[in-house]
Structure formats: structure tokens, C-alpha cells
């Protein structure tokens, strides 16, 4: 343990979490790890995105005549936290809004992240407190970057997402980081979204209409008895499936509670869709929980 990181775990799964950005950085049954593990392809593990989801229109926030900027994902996966909590099996960080933040969303908050490990999985919770006196407007969402393949030596192309509901609605894409208007067809086939690189030459895709609550992650064939997860998510309303179609041995499974702007909104913040507006003195609460299996 040691101010920067707490690992912690149960039976033969451990995780690791860092103070900057409350960010899991690791999570391993035994010697496998699912966690991807920060390469070059790309710099993070499991960022937390928050006030936004997503980019805004030149990434800039406006709130009563005044601009603010606010960069991709917002600021919460590149702030530090501070320890609430931390035990053998658990952890818990808060980010109150200061100085630093207010400079570039103009609401007070408390973002809690609250992680719990136990011997087939780990649960995140995610609390924000509205503590102004005002509505607060924001979106949260996970950001978790998995292995792929979760087993080295398998083929990349045998993994597939398998959905607890069929999902025949139409996705979204991004274009130049803004929510295209026009929607497109689903590549699941009832249930099942094979998996390959070709699926990310458009950024990612984004369910705003799914009807599961969880997706499972594993290798078909011969690789079927290597190591799965399983990601399930309560209070997230849309998900994010992610990688770089240049051939990054990751895959991103993100529950969110919100959005990027849609192509050519130029309004209020607070007018943005996908938004919570939670009430001077309330808060929301949101989780997923990462089952893991066969390492």
C-alpha cells in the first residue's frame, strides 16, 4: 500500500487502484491478467469520465453567457482522489469540486468511487452528490480496457461479445468526435457481436437504445475454455464498445450515463442530451460489476 495505490483482493483475484483519476489499473485471477495494461496504443487502463462522456462542440462548455473549456471525457480520469476508505477487499476515493475544477465546470459535486473485490469479481460504485444549490448538470461513465485476446497466443478474431437481450436496434457513430445524426444498423447478430478490428475503422460503437444490462467477453472454438468476463451495469443507460482499428490488443467495455454532443449542437450545457440533472442535495448511483472466470 502506499499513497498512490492500493491493491487489494479475495481468494486468488486481486486489483490494483490508483489515487490518480480512482483509476483500476490492474485486475488478476491468479497469473492472468484481464487489465489492459497501458502500451503505446493507448496510455490508460480503466479512466473515469466525468462531467462528460464524450467530446463537446470545440470543447467548450457554456453555462449563463459564459465558456468553459472541457476537454474529451472531462477532467475527473486526470484528477487525484483522495482515500476514503481502503482495506484487504476494498477501497473507496472522493473527488470534491475546488478550484482547479470550477475553472472549467462551474458546479459543485462529490464524485465517490467505491470498489469491492470478492473471489469472482469486482464491483465499482459510483456516487455524485449534487452539492450546490442549484440542478447539476453531468454525465459518468467507465472507461474499462481489457486484454484482447484475454489469452496470448489466441486468435483476436475469436473473441465475441455475447448480449443478455438480442440488440436489432440502430447504433451510433462518431465523426470527428461529435454523435453523428443518422443511426446504423446494429452489428449484432441476435445476441453475438463477433469481434475484429474492422468493427473500429468508424470509432466506436455506441449503444444509446440497448436493452441489456450485461455482455459477456470470451473466445469461441478451440480458445472457449480460456478466460471470460463478464461485464453487468446498473443506472447506465448507453455503452461504449471501443478499440483502434490498427490492430491495439485492447478491448473497452464502458458503461455510460450519457454522451458526446450530437453533431452541430452549439446550446446550453444544460440543454445537452444525454444528461442527469440531479436536484440541489441529491445524487445518483451507478455501478458495474467485472466477473472473471477460467484463469
Given at each position: 500500500?502506499t499513497d498512490?495505490?492500493h491493491?487489494?483482493?479475495?481468494?486468488?483475484?486481486s486489483a490494483?487502484?490508483k489515487?490518480?483519476?480512482?483509476?483500476l489499473?490492474?485486475?488478476?485471477?491468479g497469473?492472468t491478467?484481464?487489465l489492459?495494461?497501458?502500451?503505446?496504443e493507448?496510455p490508460r487502463h480503466a479512466p473515469l469520465?466525468?462531467?462528460?462522456?464524450?467530446?463537446l462542440?470545440s470543447?467548450?462548455l457554456?453555462?449563463?453567457?459564459?465558456?468553459?473549456?472541457?476537454?474529451?471525457?472531462?477532467f475527473a480520469?486526470?484528477?487525484?482522489?483522495v482515500?476514503a476508505?481502503?482495506s484487504?477487499?476494498?477501497?473507496?476515493?472522493?473527488l470534491?469540486?475546488?478550484?482547479?475544477?470550477r475553472?472549467?465546470?462551474?458546479?459543485p459535486?462529490?464524485?465517490t468511487?467505491?470498489y469491492a473485490?470478492?473471489?469472482?469479481?469486482l464491483?465499482?460504485?459510483?456516487?455524485?452528490a449534487?452539492?450546490?444549490k442549484?440542478t447539476?448538470?453531468?454525465?459518468?461513465?467507465?472507461?474499462?480496457a481489457f486484454?484482447?485476446?484475454?489469452?496470448p497466443?489466441?486468435?483476436k478474431?475469436?473473441?465475441a461479445?455475447?448480449?443478455?437481450?438480442?440488440?436489432p436496434?440502430?447504433?451510433?457513430?462518431?465523426?470527428a468526435?461529435?454523435l453523428?445524426q443518422?443511426a446504423?444498423?446494429?452489428p449484432v447478430?441476435g445476441t453475438?457481436l463477433?469481434?475484429s478490428?474492422?468493427l473500429?475503422?468508424d470509432?466506436?460503437?455506441?449503444?444509446?437504445?440497448?436493452?441489456s444490462?450485461?455482455?459477456?467477453?470470451?473466445a469461441?472454438?478451440?480458445?472457449?475454455?480460456?478466460?471470460?468476463?463478464k461485464?453487468?451495469?446498473r443506472?447506465?443507460?448507453e455503452?461504449g464498445?471501443w478499440?483502434?482499428?490498427?490492430?491495439?490488443p485492447f478491448l473497452?467495455?464502458?458503461?455510460?450515463?450519457g454522451?458526446?454532443?450530437?453533431a452541430?449542437?452549439q446550446?446550453?450545457?444544460t440543454g445537452k442530451?444525454?444528461?442527469?440533472h440531479i436536484?440541489?442535495g441529491?445524487?445518483?448511483?451507478?455501478?458495474?460489476?467485472i466477473?472473471v472466470g477460467?484463469?
Amino acid at each position: 500500500m502506499t499513497d498512490d495505490t492500493h491493491s487489494f483482493r479475495s481468494g486468488s483475484l486481486s486489483a490494483t487502484v490508483k489515487a490518480h483519476g480512482a483509476e483500476l489499473c490492474s485486475l488478476k485471477g491468479g497469473d492472468t491478467e484481464f487489465l489492459w495494461q497501458a502500451g503505446p496504443e493507448w496510455p490508460r487502463h480503466a479512466p473515469l469520465l466525468f462531467p462528460i462522456v464524450g467530446r463537446l462542440a470545440s470543447d467548450e462548455l457554456r453555462h449563463q453567457g459564459k465558456t468553459y473549456r472541457m476537454t474529451q471525457h472531462g477532467f475527473a480520469r486526470d484528477s487525484r482522489f483522495v482515500w476514503a476508505e481502503r482495506s484487504e477487499s476494498r477501497c473507496t476515493l472522493v473527488l470534491d469540486d475546488n478550484e482547479t475544477t470550477r475553472a472549467l465546470y462551474p458546479f459543485p459535486f462529490r464524485l465517490t468511487a467505491a470498489y469491492a473485490i470478492d473471489e469472482s469479481g469486482l464491483d465499482l460504485t459510483l456516487t455524485i452528490a449534487n452539492t450546490g444549490k442549484e440542478t447539476l448538470p453531468a454525465s459518468l461513465g467507465g472507461h474499462p480496457a481489457f486484454n484482447w485476446p484475454l489469452q496470448p497466443g489466441a486468435a483476436k478474431e475469436s473473441y465475441a461479445l455475447t448480449f443478455a437481450s438480442a440488440e436489432p436496434a440502430p447504433i451510433r457513430r462518431l465523426e470527428a468526435g461529435l454523435l453523428r445524426q443518422a443511426a446504423e444498423p446494429s452489428p449484432v447478430k441476435g445476441t453475438s457481436l463477433p469481434l475484429s478490428d474492422s468493427l473500429f475503422v468508424d470509432d466506436a460503437i455506441i449503444f444509446d437504445r440497448i436493452e441489456s444490462r450485461s455482455v459477456r467477453y470470451e473466445a469461441a472454438g478451440d480458445a472457449s475454455t480460456g478466460p471470460w468476463l463478464k461485464m453487468s451495469w446498473r443506472g447506465f443507460r448507453e455503452l461504449g464498445v471501443w478499440s483502434k482499428p490498427s490492430g491495439a490488443p485492447f478491448l473497452c467495455i464502458e458503461p455510460w450515463r450519457g454522451y458526446a454532443s450530437p453533431a452541430g449542437f452549439q446550446g446550453e450545457f444544460t440543454g445537452k442530451p444525454g444528461l442527469m440533472h440531479i436536484a440541489a442535495g441529491a445524487e445518483e448511483q451507478l455501478s458495474f460489476r467485472i466477473e472473471v472466470g477460467s484463469f
